[in-house]
C-alpha cells in the first residue's frame, strides 16, 4: 500500500480519551502482576528461598495449564451475560480486586520453610492468582474487541493500551531493587511490602477500567443467541485466519519462554559474578529504557502500522527483534556491562508491536467471524488464544527448568561454572532468535489485509441495516 494513502476513521468510530486512558489502566494491571511474577519467582522463590528450578518449572506450568482451562470457561460466560452493567464490566469490576489481593498473597511465605512447604504455597497461590486473572482479563481483552468497528482506531486503542502498560512497566523491572533495601531483612521480606502497594495499584486501574469503559455492542447483543460452549470454542478453532495468526505468536512465545529468566542469571552470575547490588542495578536500568522506549515507539508504531498496515508492521520489528537479541552475543560483557541496553532497545519495540498490533489483528478476526457466522463472539476469541498462548508458556516453563539443569546450573553456589555460563548464553541468544524468523516467514502471506478488513466492515454495515429495516417494517 502507498504510504500517503490509508482509510480515515469516521466520528462514530472514533473512542474517546477518556475511555482509551481506562481501557489502558486495566491491561497495565494485568500486564504488570503477570510479568512481576514472571520475573521474580527465580529470584526470590529460587535463588533466595531455595526452591529447585525444576519445582518451581511445574510451580509456574501447572497455574498456567489451568489457566488456559478457567480462559475459555470465563470467555464463553462473558460472551452469554446479559447484565445492565453489560456482558464485560461485571467480571472486570470483580475480578480487579481479587487480581490484586492475590498478587500480594503470592509473596508472603516467609523464610524457613521447607522446600516442599514453600513449593505448596506457591503453587496454591498460584492457582488463585491466575484464577484472578482469567476472570478480569479475558472479558478486559474482549471489551477491546468492539469498542469500535474501525480498523486503524483499534490500533490507536491498542497503541494507548501499550503506551500505559508501559507506564507500569517502568516501575516493574525496579521491584527487585526495592525488595534489596537496606531498610528489608532481605528480598523476601521486602517483596511482602512491595506486593502490597502494587496488589492496591492494580485493583485502582481494574476498576477505572470497569467503570469508565462502554460496551458497544450491547444492543446488538440482545438480539443474538446465547452461544453454545463447545460449538463456540470449535468454531474459533477451526477459523484460518486465526490459526494462521496462532502460528505467527506461538514460536515467539515458545523462544523468550523456553529460556524464562536465564538473562538474569546471565547479568547476575556472568556479567556481574554473582554481585546481586550491580546486577539488580542493571536490571532497572535495562527495564527502565525497556519501557521508555516501548512509550516513544507507541507513537512510531502507529503512524507505520496506518500506512503499511498490521502484518507488515508486525514483521519488520520483529526482523529488529532478532537481529537486536543476536547482539547479545557481544552485548553480555564483564568488561563494559552496559551494552547490553543495545539487544533490550531492539527487543522492547519488537515486542511493543506484536503484542500491541496481535491484539488489534484479533479484533478485525472477530468481525469476519461475525461476517461467517452471524455472532459476535469476542470473549471466545480473547480466551482461545489465550488458551494457545498459555499452553505454549505452560510447556516452555516445564522445558525451561529441565534446561535450566541442563547447562549445569546450581543455586546454591554462589559462582557458576565456565561451562554453565556458556550454555546459558547459547540457550538465551539462540532460540529466540531463531524462533523470531520463523515468525517473520508465516507473516508474509497474512490473509487479513487492511483492505480486506474494510470490506468487511462495509458489508457488516450493509447486514445490519439490512436487519434493522426489516424488523421496522413488521
Sequence with gaps: MDLKQHHLTDKQDKIGFSQKVAYGLGAMSTNVAVNSLSNLTMLIYNACLGVNPILLGFAQGIPRLWDAATDTIIGVCSDNTRTRFGRRKPYIFFGAIALGITFSLLWMAPKGWSEYTTFGYFLVMSLLFYTAVAVFDIPRGAL??????????????????????????????????????????????????????????????????????????TQQITRQERVKFWSSVSTTCKNRTFLWLLAIVFPITLGFYFVNGFSQYIMLYFVYSGDKHAASVLMGWCG??????????????????????????VMIFLIVMALGNSLKVVCYSRTHPWLVLIPTASLSLG?????????????????????NTGKRREGSYQAVYNWWWKIGISGAFFVSGFLLRSTGFNEKLAAQSDSTLFWLRVWEIGLPTVMCLISVLLLIKYPLTEQRAYEIKDLLAKRKLAAFGEEKRI
Design 351 to 371: 515486542f511493543l508491536v506484536l503484542f500491541s498490533l496481535v491484539y488489534s489483528m484479533l479484533a478485525d478476526i472477530c468481525d469476519e467471524d461475525e461476517l
Design 144 to 217: 477491546g474487541y468492539e469498542m469500535t468497528d474501525d480498523y486503524h482506531e483499534r490500533t490507536r486503542l491498542f497503541a494507548y493500551c501499550s503506551f500505559l502498560i508501559n507506564v507500569g512497566a517502568i516501575t516493574t523491572p525496579w521491584l527487585y531493587f526495592i525488595a534489596n533495601l537496606s531498610v528489608f531483612k532481605d528480598e523476601a521480606q521486602g517483596m511482602k511490602y512491595v506486593g502490597i502497594a502494587m496488589g492496591a495499584l492494580m485493583i485502582f486501574g481494574g476498576i477505572v477500567c470497569a467503570v469508565v469503559c462502554k460496551e458497544r455492542k
Design 288 to 313: 527502565t529504557l525497556w519501557a521508555t522506549l516501548s512509550l516513544v515507539g507507541v507513537f512510531l508504531m502507529t503512524y507505520v502500522a496506518t500506512r503499511l498496515g498490521k502484518s507488515k508492521t
